[in-house]
């Protein structure tokens, strides 16, 4: 089975604090997803990574960075913390090689900045 | 427009229903097609992928119709523990590993 960690489930941090969120998986992907939802919202892309040291943007990835060190590792950062960055984050990944291109997501890190 | 449009719901419906959700999606050159399931607090898991022929997995029945554009999601014989949010997902682009995700689709299956 495909699995999918993330460091925390629940995180509170405080207004400009650098903040560092957490995923491995165990699958040997290639892709790795950052995701946020919010409700009425759905899933919005932040960062993606096809591959060890390269990064692409999302559709948000204002206030955001990230982090591929090594393949089953992908960090996301956020440089100074910001109220409307509170949101439950997922991570996710997925093979490169071939349609159906499903991908597989961590449990989620609920954020609340204050 | 949306690439990926949902009825947000919320579908409430008796044990032993059928309920169908349908999806539309904006990129007609989108060529790989799920639907996920979300259950409260939970991150989403795949269901089903969806073929152009059409696919079914015991109560769970997908189709996809390429040229309007649109994925549905039948369950027939719902159960209890079908209650979750079903998310309609599409490829991005041609030959792409990134996925739109729907908002999603809110069932409560009522006993």
């Known amino acids: 089975d495909v699995k999918v960690t993330q460091s925390s489930r629940y995180l509170v941090k405080r207004t400009g604090e650098k903040v560092f969120l957490e995923c491995v998986q165990d699958m040997d992907h290639e892709n790795m997803f950052w995701y946020r939802q919010d409700p009425g919202l759905g899933l919005r892309l932040i960062y993606f990574?096809?591959?060890?040291?390269?990064?692409e943007k999302g559709d948000i990835p204002e206030g955001y960075s990230v982090s591929r060190e090594k393949k089953e590792r992908f960090s996301l950062i956020l440089e100074s913390a910001s109220t409307n960055q509170t949101s439950m984050y997922l991570c996710?990944?997925?093979?490169?090689?071939?349609?159906?291109?499903?991908?597989?997501f961590g449990p989620g890190t609920r954020l609340t900045v204050t | 427009r949306k690439e990926v449009e949902q009825d947000p719901g919320p579908f409430n419906v008796p044990e032993g229903a059928t309920v169908a959700f349908n999806c539309t999606y904006s990129n007609s050159a989108s060529q790989s097609f799920f639907w996920y399931r979300q259950d409260c607090r939970k991150e989403p898991k795949l269901l089903m992928s969806v073929y152009s022929s059409g696919n079914e997995d015991g109560r769970f029945t997908a189709q996809l119709n390429r040229a309007s554009q649109y994925i549905s999601l039948l369950i027939r014989d719902s159960k209890l523990s079908d209650s979750a949010t079903y998310l309609c997902?599409?490829?991005?682009?041609?030959?792409?590993?990134?996925?739109?995700f729907g908002t999603g689709t809110r069932l409560t299956v009522i006993p």
């Open positions: 997902v599409v490829t991005r682009q041609t030959g792409a590993n990134n996925l739109f």
């Open positions: 996710a990944s997925s093979f490169t090689s071939a349609p159906p291109y499903e991908q597989y």
């Open positions: 990574s096809y591959d060890v040291k390269m990064k």
